[in-house]
């Protein structure tokens, strides 16, 4: 399965956006996915993540209430929608996969749970 991530882009403090991933080469519907971020100087963080049939579902901290992960499993692709965005929510967002626990109902919560990744898209809120 290959993973593309797209709709990143530039947004004032208070703005949204929506990020995708949409999946290719393989079945999609019964892997957990998540969504990461990566900021300068930190390490790669769980932002929200989906399990299979979206049985379960996993919100940061920082985002709970304001960002909405969903999946279209028809159309091999899972949602980030980002509301009410806030300068620190930039990022580098990378949409993961995890082959390893098919027909899982869990998140898992690190980078180790995850084994197939996008290559990224930049988040950026300015204040």
């Known amino acids: 399965v290959q993973l593309q991530a797209s709709g990143g882009g530039l947004v004032q403090a208070g703005g949204s956006l929506r990020l995708s991933c949409a999946a290719s080469?393989?079945?999609?519907?019964?892997?957990?996915m998540g969504w990461f971020r990566q900021a300068p100087g930190k390490e790669r963080e769980l932002v929200a993540g989906?399990?299979?049939?979206?049985?379960?579902?996993y919100y940061a901290d920082s985002v709970k209430g304001r960002f909405t992960i969903s999946r279209d499993d028809a159309k091999n692709t899972v949602y980030l929608q980002m509301n009410s965005l806030k300068p620190e929510d930039t990022a580098i967002y990378y949409c993961?996969?995890?082959?390893?626990?098919?027909?899982?109902?869990?998140?898992?919560?690190?980078?180790?749970?995850?084994?197939?990744w996008g290559q990224g898209t930049q988040v950026t809120v300015s204040s």
């Open positions: 989906i399990a299979w049939g979206a049985l379960r579902t």
């Open positions: 993961a996969l995890d082959s390893a626990r098919p027909w899982s109902s869990n998140v898992g919560r690190t980078t180790l749970n995850y084994d197939m």
């Open positions: 080469g393989g079945t999609f519907s019964k892997y957990t």
